[in-house]
C-alpha cells in the first residue's frame, strides 16, 4: 500500500513538473473569424501543443485597439512569446513596444508590420505575387482591356502587396480603375460596396478584391447586379474554389494558411532551441481558376 501510495505521489510530482514547464504562447490576428485565419490559427496551435506548450488565442475583430488591449492581457497572462498578424500595421506598433518592454519575441505571419525590426522572423505568403498571377489572368482574359473595380483594404499591408501585384500587372493594358475602396477584408462589406460600385459602374469588366472574403461579396454584388464583371479574390478558400467550380469566380490568387502556421511555430521552437533564422521566410503563392479548380477543390485548404 505505501508502494502505491509512493507511486502516486511520484506520478503527480512528475505531472505537476511537466505542467510547470509548459509555455505560455500567445496568438492574435486581424480576423479569427475568416476562414483562412482559422486554418492558420489551427496549424500554429498543433505545433505548440506537440511541443508540450499551450496557444493562448484571442480575436480582436478587426479592432486595433481591441488588438492592443488583448496584447496586454496576454502580457498580464504570463505568455512567453507572441505570433502576431496586425489589424493595422502601423496601429500595432503600440502593443510591440509593449511586447519589447516585456521582453516578449514576437514572430509575424501573414501580414507585416510596418516596423519589421520588431520581428524575430516573418512566414508570409508571396503576396505581391498572389496578386500579379490575377492581373496576368485577367489581361489574358480581357486583353482588349475595360473598367475595373478595386476593392482593397490599405491598412493590410498584405492586401496593399496584393493589390500593387495586381495592378503592376494590368498596367499599360488598356485597364482603367473606375471604383477603388476599402472593404477591410470583410465579406459584407465586400458585398456593400461591390453594390455601390455596380450601381455606379455597371459597364465593369472585372473586380479584384483583396481576400476572398472581399470576393466573395463582390460576388453575390455581381450575382444581384446580373453584372457579367470577372471576379477575383485571393486566398484559395474553400467557399472561393467552390464559387470558381460553379463559374461564379473567376479565380484566385491561392495562398496555403497551413503552411504559413507551421512555418512560423516551427521557426519559434527553432529559434528557442537557439538555432539561427532567417529575418523572412516566403511562402509561394498561385493561381486557381477554372483550369486547374479541378486539382483543389476538395472542400479544404491547400
Not at 47 to 52: F, I, M, Q
Not at 107 to 131: P, Q
Not at 259 to 274: D, P
Request: glycine share 10%; aromatic share 6%; net charge negative.
Amino acid at each position: 500500500m505505501k508502494k502505491l501510495v509512493a507511486l502516486i505521489l511520484a506520478l503527480a510530482l512528475t505531472l505537476g513538473c511537466a505542467a510547470a514547464l509548459a509555455d505560455k504562447i500567445g496568438y492574435t490576428c486581424m480576423d479569427g473569424t475568416n476562414p483562412f485565419f482559422v486554418a492558420l490559427e489551427s496549424a500554429i496551435r498543433e505545433v505548440v501543443e506537440a511541443n508540450g506548450d499551450e496557444l493562448i488565442s484571442l480575436d480582436p475583430q478587426n479592432s486595433n485597439e481591441k488588438q492592443i488591449a488583448q496584447i496586454e492581457d496576454m502580457i498580464s497572462n504570463g505568455v512567453v512569446a507572441m505570433f502576431v498578424n496586425p489589424v493595422d500595421k502601423d496601429g500595432i506598433i503600440a502593443g510591440l513596444d509593449k511586447l519589447k518592454e516585456a521582453n516578449i519575441p514576437m514572430f509575424g505571419f501573414d501580414t507585416e508590420v510596418a516596423d519589421m525590426s520588431y520581428l524575430v522572423t516573418y512566414a508570409g505568403s508571396d503576396n505581391y505575387n498572389a496578386g500579379k498571377v490575377c492581373g496576368e489572368d485577367l489581361v489574358a482574359k480581357l486583353p482588349e482591356g475595360g473598367p475595373i473595380i478595386v476593392l482593397d483594404s490599405p491598412t493590410m499591408q498584405s492586401v496593399v502587396d496584393r493589390t500593387n501585384g495586381f495592378l503592376d500587372a494590368i498596367k499599360d493594358k488598356g485597364f482603367e480603375v473606375v471604383f477603388q475602396k476599402d472593404c477591410m477584408g470583410n465579406q459584407e462589406q465586400g458585398n456593400l460596396n461591390g453594390t455601390d460600385a455596380l450601381t455606379a459602374h455597371p459597364e465593369a469588366v472585372a473586380i479584384f478584391g483583396g481576400n476572398d472574403p472581399t470576393a466573395l461579396g463582390a460576388a453575390a454584388a455581381a450575382e444581384a447586379a446580373q453584372s457579367k464583371a470577372l471576379i477575383y479574390g485571393v486566398d484559395g478558400s474553400p467557399d472561393i474554389k467552390a464559387l470558381i467550380a460553379e463559374g461564379k469566380v473567376t479565380g484566385t490568387g491561392a495562398q496555403s494558411p497551413i503552411s504559413i502556421g507551421k512555418t512560423i511555430a516551427e521557426l519559434y521552437y527553432k529559434w528557442k532551441a537557439g538555432e539561427t533564422v532567417e529575418e523572412r521566410y516566403p511562402i509561394a503563392t498561385f493561381m486557381i481558376n477554372s483550369d486547374n479548380i479541378a486539382e483543389y477543390n476538395n472542400g479544404g485548404w491547400q
